[in-house]
């Protein structure tokens, strides 16, 4: 693992590369949960469906059978609207919830994972072994919550009891932005796990030298010389 000046501070190549990953990954979740993207309708068939996401639905012309009042929807719908309450349960399926469910959780903790990183760059924290621990083990929550969510919409997105006509249809832009935040937290969580190793190999390396210093307080070894330096070092202002 390499080490890098920025100003002032020095930065690890491995913490650098998986922030990068995690501001990825924080992206591509925002995006996939706040976009009715997706399923989406292919262009030339009908268009009684446009497009749905996690929490809204796009209608043209629609007329659903389980409504009495055969009421045609035109516009985009957000679940838990007054118009959507005839037909909720047919939009929102169990699994469905679930999809939401994992979502939600995975968009959570992203947000808490790269708050806390902004926070480590200003800080020393970015040299805890801990504090990369935490990363790691959040970003592969993320990792797994995203995994289940697109898994579960990918094999019943295309269940005809949920959406009509499923073979006009297809998996959209917002999909595969969750494919692509899942694939970016696993990448995170495996730079994490790099530097976590570094770390505390490192932390080994400076107990040993300390305890070699003070065990030998007169030793002229320039080895444990420049591991005692290397180890009062690390912690200091000029990593902040």
Known sequence: MSIFRFGAAEYSTNFFVASIFMLLSGFSCLSAFASPYWTKRYQDTPKDFQN???????????????????IPYTGCFWFWTNEMYRFRDWIIPTWFKWVQAFATLALIFTITTVSSLVVAVFSSFRWQWRFQLVCCIMSLSIFVFELIAVCVYG??????????????????????????????????????????????QHAKDCADAIYYHKSYPYSSSNVSHLQLTEAYRRPSQSHL
């Not at 929490?55 to 055969?70: S, T």
């Not at 295309?158 to 006509?165: G, N, T, Y």
């Not at 932005?177 to 570094?198: H, N, P, R, T």
């Open 155 to 200: 094999v019943y997105g295309q269940d005809r009891l949920w959406m009509p006509r499923p073979e006009f249809n297809f998996l959209s832009y917002s999909y595969w932005l969750e494919c692509v935040a899942l694939s970016s937290a696993l990448c995170a969580c495996l730079c994490f796990a790099g530097e976590i190793k570094f770390l505390r």
């Open 52 to 70: 749905i996401g996690l929490w809204e639905l796009c209608l043209y012309q629609y007329r659903h059978y389980k409504d009495d009042l055969q």
